[in-house]
């Protein structure tokens, strides 16, 4: 699934968008 490559990817970007 190419959501879930892009947030393997940008992990720690992922993490800064979700929890602000």
């Not at 879930?4 to 929890?19: G, H, T, V």
């Amino acid at each position: 699934m190419i959501i879930k490559r892009l947030l393997e990817f940008n992990y720690p970007l992922s993490l800064s968008l979700i929890w602000g």
